[in-house]
């Protein structure tokens, strides 16, 4: 793998068993993906691509292939290895936000830090939360906050970091278009800023078309 | 340290957002029912312990023919334990020419040390109670003492040597019922004087009492003290030993109060395990997320385990300070059926109730936490990531342990606790076959109905196994609660029937043989209703299948004194043969002998053993034909020891028997002791009423128990209600998008959990009728089934379970639907 390639897949396959027996979801996918790139997987729904940004980051596990992340490959980590990994080197933006329900935005924001036990977690985030537009809101409840404020909350949680790796799932599925678009401004502002690598799962040609490459899946294949 | 900070910042996020609120309200509900009944249990403990003590006079006795060293008191004194003398003989007493043969009872300040004393100016009166002895000087004859010799207050009586005032009449002592060998009347003195009478001689036949009471901590080392040092003739009783009425009212009284708060705790375990399992599902995100965002399955797990036990910390706390609030409470309600100088219940029931509590979590609660740990990061991305299947023996291994546990410290019993864990696990089986079943003949059913009860019936079919979890742990509850139900009506049931209202109060003995038929006349002449005469002998126990008694290892006191034996064609419905057969026609006459189980299990008798008694002089050779349980209150005269007709029947000294008698006048028995001068009357009206206070403060405190029961149950109900609101609310929310109006789904969900309530009603009102005949087999009470009492438990159940599940679904019928669906 040659220096600046953070994301590499080789011959990557996904199995899962059903009824009528084994079910390919993700079939040969081969891509290298270089620091500070921004790539857009696109395809229809079913075609595979949630379940591809799922392997890339070591969220699932493959039937074949390999993948290899920040220089580490990730079928030769244990599960904990793997949410070391993503520790130090990724941050995730959802469809659904995922905040958690029961901390402020502003602790949302911290968890990344906190969990890889950096001292400053508290001013980073209220740097972070200033960033995206909500420093008035660091002391509100996911609940309390509107789709699109959440969606903004959820950003800087993964960008807060400064991972190698940003990997967006759907970021403006759950959002009206107006809100989405000031989102997607908002996004690729902080990526701009913080140079990092983004993989990006979407429907949204618009949106695909502003990163600077495009991958097409269907049938669990890239086409 | 991170742990620590990111488990404590959690809590304190999830309590204010209510998340918690579940959890923490059982597990305190869960304490709070431990340690309250706990803490009852302790304090009604000591109060049938006090009680008890009475019929001793003392927590306990220990008891010579020989004087006691004074060391005996001295080490009493050492352990803080109260002690009193109580010197007892038979000696004539004389009121000028007339004279009658009396017990004379020569006790130190202070006794009695349990109880107390009543006397009154003449014989026979209701009397009032005393604190005091008599003085130096003074005596108190009892009343049938004073009516044989006719004194009055004033009067002079001799006592060997001693002249004594007559200050006072005895109409009652504590200790009067422990015992039914003291056939003469009674005279108490001053253990000052007893010197003086110079009736303490080499060979007077004199009974050395030094009478005990205090702390059980300090009774226990001192009975050791005394086993390992006491000599022939020496032996240590308390009341379990002195009184097989009390001791039987208490056993029961402590079982049955344990069983009631072994039911609580169970209710508690099954809100610990709902509890921890909704706080798992709602956990399954935000740990799939902290593992996307890379937290490891040590912190996922270490943060978890530490905001359990945090929590569970603080529930242990604020439930343990309800519980003792509650007991304060329950002492109000009973006042005037406890004694309030008993000493303040101990902080025992709080440390065991946070031990079980601790227990509980980690049988219940850890298993279902260690599946957080197994959640997929992929969770994030694809909502049916679930962590895989909990392996069943993790499930249930640590949930045995914990239950197998508390019960054998509950119960302390290996027989009970069987039976009861038995009982148990039969219970949750059958509870999951039946709700299996029934879940999937509902859903079957369906097909018929309107609208509102398909959707209900289809949601408990749809979650299968939600539906059957939910049906065992509601039928659980109720099961429990029926069983309890049953158990207390028959025991109070059985109390009532062994102490019917015209129970014997009084008993008679020493009736001369050729008076019996004149004395029954007479009984029944004054409106008493005799019971049956039983002939009366004294012998002693001389030998086991040869071999002398006082050569075989660890033989009781019980064996080396004096026994009233007795023969009879019948055996009377308040005795039961437990092994072996009552007498046939063809035994008339043969060398057999039927044993009380008390005595039997005192010397390890079996069948056929061969039996040697000294019976008046002459040496007599029988073998074991049975063993007997004798219910001892009925109060109606029974033997240890009971031989076949015809076998000593030349020896009949005496006859016994019992009456329920309620004299006209005091005069009336004063008559009856002059007709009859032989013949010794005692008046266990007064043992009979400490029996039955007895019975009403262990019925009482049944009841309380069994409230704080009540309300652990429904408690428990309400929190596995609320474990499934999360789902309800989203698919409630997707119903009303679909057009489903707020009627139809209130009437779904009412149709919902009426079934679930039914189902439960029907499988936990069966199976609590089986339990209740098998517990109550075990306890030896009498089990009558009640149809009324099924139906109540299954109506009871459908409406708790449909009300609980309405109100709990309230919230999500008024929320508005896009709130849920975003």
């Known amino acids: ?223 | 340290m991170r742990m620590l900070a990111m488990a404590l910042r959690s809590l304190r996020r999830e309590w204010l957002s209510g998340e918690l609120g579940v959890l923490w309200f059982s597990l305190v509900v869960a304490v709070a029912a431990l340690t309250g009944v706990g803490f009852l249990v302790d304090r009604i403990g000591h109060a049938v312990q006090a009680q008890a003590s009475e019929v001793l006079a003392a927590d306990a006795r220990v008891e010579s023919p020989e004087a006691l060293a004074p060391l005996l008191r001295q080490h009493a004194q050492d352990l803080h334990l109260q002690s009193a003398r109580l010197t007892t003989m038979l000696s004539v007493v004389f009121n000028g020419d007339n004279s009658h043969l009396a017990e004379i009872r020569a006790a130190s300040s202070g006794y009695p040390l349990r109880g107390a004393l009543r006397t009154a100016g003449e014989p026979f009166a209701a009397g009032t109670v005393t604190r005091s002895i008599p003085l130096a000087g003074d005596c108190w004859p009892d009343s049938r003492l004073a009516a044989a010799l006719n004194v009055q207050l004033g009067s002079t009586l001799t006592v060997g040597a001693l002249p004594l005032r007559v200050s006072r009449i005895l109409i009652s002592r504590p200790d009067q019922g422990s015992a039914f060998i003291e056939f003469a009347p009674a005279l108490m003195m001053n253990d000052a004087d007893l010197a003086a009478t110079r009736l303490v001689q080499p060979a007077s036949r004199m009974q050395y009492a030094l009478l005990l009471a205090g702390d059980a901590r300090a009774l226990e080392p001192y009975r050791a003290w005394f086993e390992a040092r006491a000599r022939p003739g020496e032996h240590y009783a308390n009341v379990a030993d002195a009184s097989p009425q009390i001791g039987d009212a208490a056993h029961r009284a402590r079982q049955f109060l344990s069983i009631a708060g072994l039911v609580a705790v169970l209710l508690c375990a099954v809100a610990v395990a709902m509890s921890a399992r909704s706080y798992v599902a709602r956990h399954l995100d935000s740990v799939a997320l902290l593992k996307t965002l890379g937290a490891s399955r040590r912190f996922v797990l270490g943060t978890s385990v530490l905001q359990l036990v945090l929590l569970a910390v603080a529930a242990a706390l604020a439930g343990a300070l309800l519980g003792w609030l509650t007991q304060l409470w329950l002492l109000r309600t009973l006042a005037g059926l406890l004694r309030t100088d008993l000493p303040p219940a101990g902080w025992a029931p709080a440390f065991i109730g946070l031990a079980v509590a601790i227990a509980m979590l980690a049988g219940f609660a850890l298993p279902s936490l260690l599946q957080l740990t197994k959640v997929p990061a992929l969770r994030v991305l694809r909502r049916d990531a679930d962590p895989p299947p909990m392996r069943l023996w993790l499930a249930l291994f640590p949930a045995v342990i914990a239950i197998v546990g508390v019960i054998y410290a509950t119960l302390g019993q290996w027989t009970l606790s069987l039976w009861f864990a038995a009982g148990f696990a039969a219970a949750i089986a059958l509870l999951t076959v039946c709700g299996w079943l029934l879940v999937r003949l509902a859903g079957r059913a369906r097909g018929g109905a309107g609208l509102a009860l398909r959707q209900g019936l289809a949601n408990l079919a749809r979650r299968r196994g939600g539906s059957v979890a939910q049906i065992v742990a509601f039928g659980l509850g109720v099961l429990l609660l029926l069983v309890l139900t049953i158990l207390r009506r028959d025991l109070l049931h059985d109390w009532r029937t062994s102490l019917p209202v015209g129970a014997p109060n009084y008993f008679f003995i020493n009736i001369p043989t050729e008076e019996r038929d004149d004395f029954r006349a007479a009984l029944l002449a004054a409106g008493a209703k005799p019971e049956r005469f039983l002939p009366m002998v004294r012998g002693r126990l001389l030998t086991i299948n040869g071999e002398a008694i006082d050569k075989r290892p660890g033989h009781s006191g019980m064996a080396e004194r004096e026994q009233n034996l007795t023969w009879s064609t019948e055996l009377g419905d308040d005795n039961r043969i437990v092994e072996g057969h009552w007498w046939r026609p063809e035994d008339t006459g043969k060398p057999l002998v039927s044993i009380a189980s008390e005595f039997q299990e005192s010397l390890h008798l079996k069948l056929g053993d061969r039996l040697g008694f000294d019976v008046a002089g002459e040496h007599i050779e029988v073998t074991v034909a049975s063993f007997r349980k004798v219910k001892w209150d009925s109060f109606r005269p029974n033997f240890f020891i009971m031989f076949p007709p015809g076998l000593l029947d030349g020896a009949a000294g005496s006859y016994l028997t019992s009456a329920a008698y309620e004299p006209r006048s005091a005069s009336a028995l004063t008559e009856l002791v002059r007709r009859f001068p032989s013949v010794s009357i005692f008046n266990v009206g007064d043992l009979l009423a400490q029996v039955r206070s007895v019975i009403d403060k262990a019925v009482t405190a049944v009841q309380s128990v069994f409230a704080f029961t009540l309300l652990a149950g429904l408690t428990v109900l309400l929190a596995a209600v609320q474990a499934s609101r999360d789902e309800r609310r989203y698919e409630t929310a997707i119903m009303r998008v679909l057009g489903a109006s707020r009627s139809l789904l209130t009437r779904s969900a009412l149709a919902e959990f009426a079934a679930l309530g039914l189902l439960a009603g029907v499988l936990a009102a069966s199976s609590a009728a089986l339990g209740g005949w098998l517990l109550a087999r075990q306890l030896e009470l009498h089990y009558r089934s009640s149809i009324l009492l099924w139906v109540a438990g299954v109506l009871g159940t459908m409406v708790v379970v449909a009300a609980s599940g309405l109100a709990a679904t309230r919230p999500a019928l008024n929320q508005p639907p896009r709130s849920v669906l975003n």
């Open chain 1, 1 to 223: 793998m040659t220096r600046d390639v953070v994301l590499k897949a080789e011959q990557v396959m996904r199995q899962v068993s059903s009824p009528d027996g084994p079910l390919t979801i993700v079939r040969d996918v081969n891509m290298e993906i270089r620091a500070r790139e921004s790539v857009a997987i696109v395809g229809p729904s079913g075609a595979g691509k949630s379940t591809l940004l799922a392997l890339l980051a070591g969220l699932d596990t493959l039937s074949a292939g390999r993948i290899w992340l920040a220089g580490e490959e990730l079928s030769a980590l244990d599960e904990d290895g793997r949410a070391a990994l993503r520790a130090a080197h990724v941050g995730f933006v959802f469809q659904s936000f995922h905040l958690v329900p029961a901390l402020t935005a502003l602790e949302n924001v911290m968890l990344p830090l906190e969990l890889r036990g950096e001292r400053n977690a508290r001013d980073r985030a209220r740097d972070m939360l200033a960033r995206v537009g909500l420093a008035a809101r660091a002391g509100h409840y996911p609940r309390q906050l509107s789709g699109g404020e959440q969606q903004r909350v959820a950003m800087a949680r993964a960008s807060v970091g400064e991972p190698a790796v940003l990997f967006a799932d759907e970021p403006t599925g759950n959002l009206d278009s107006v809100t989405g678009e000031r989102i997607i401004e908002l996004f690729f502002e902080l990526n701009a800023a913080a140079q990092t690598t983004l993989v990006l799962v979407t429907h949204d040609r618009e949106l695909a078309g502003r990163c600077g490459r495009v991958l097409t899946m269907d049938g669990g294949a890239l086409v």
